[in-house]
């Protein structure tokens, strides 16, 4: 299995803290474990937090997209994300758009002007993804379609007529309705909302909703939002001394220093 690209390891403030230990080697095992543990539940909802903070009412798969996993072996526990892929929707939002080759559905919005020159497309907040957390085919062919530009990705007539456009748009009495709008760098709508492609679903009598699905980013610009790396270590930084402290106190009560 390969490692995973996004990691947070609290084991070198455990070896730290094992050298001012005067703990039995098993004792000291045992409490070590116990507050990197603690630590790496501390730091998964420290994340969870920032993540709430940073991005604007994160989906359920966005907020449990992280888990602990406890390494006894090497007297190590990692937080990190279940996605290991370098191009995910939150490896985005942690490092920032990367480098990377022209996809057939970029290309297809290129081809109508819907993606600008220098700009790149990654799955927005509301975006489906699949399991390993990449925007999902069909969505993306739904997009395509609706814009018109299915046929230049998929090699066949699969672009949506107007007549499925508004029976999509009314919904019916089993479905809400929805379409499809671009917001260009630049253009109009472009002060409220990022670059992108957005959702605009209809809750009949219950008002609209606008959602993010994909989002265009410069390459060289892009920033990232999510400081995953630096909570993660400010919350070990904190709380592991803090845990430790209490683990060996636990270990000298139950007579195992």
């Keep these: 299995m390969s490692t995973p690209f996004l990691t947070i390891s609290i084991k070198d403030n455990a070896d730290e803290v094992l050298k001012r230990l005067n703990l039995l080697p098993r004792a000291a095992e045992i409490a070590t474990q116990r507050a990197q543990l603690k630590t790496a539940h501390a730091i998964l909802q420290a994340e969870k937090n920032e993540m709430s903070r940073v991005f604007a009412n994160p989906s359920p798969w966005t907020l449990n997209s992280m888990r602990v996993r406890n390494l006894p072996k090497k ?50 907040e509301k975006a489906k ?54 917001v260009e760098p630049g253009g109009r709508g472009a002060k409220s909302l990022h670059p992108g492609i957005y959702r605009r679903t209809s809750f009949n009598s219950l008002g609209k909703a606008i959602e993010p699905i994909i989002i265009f980013v410069r390459r060289a610009s892009y920033k990232p939002r999510f400081d995953f790396f630096g909570v993660g270590r400010r919350t070990a930084d904190a709380v592991f001394p803090v845990e430790m402290d209490k683990a060996v106190r636990i270990e000298i009560e139950r007579g195992r220093a």
């Design 129 to 182: 993804l699949d399991a390993f957390g990449n925007h999902s085919p069909g969505e993306i062919r739904q997009i395509l379609s609706w814009f018109n530009v299915a046929e230049m990705s998929a090699g066949s007539t699969q672009n949506m007529s107007l007549k499925r456009q508004q029976s999509l748009k009314k919904g019916s009495k089993k479905r809400f309705g929805f379409e499809y709008f671009v």
């Design 75 to 124: 007297l190590e526990v990692v937080v990190d994300f279940k996605d290991d892929r370098p191009e995910s929707y939150l490896s985005t939002q942690t490092f920032g758009a990367q480098a990377r080759k022209e996809k057939a559905f970029e290309r297809a919005l290129r081809s109508r002007l819907l993606l600008p020159d220098g700009w790149r497309a990654v799955p927005g």
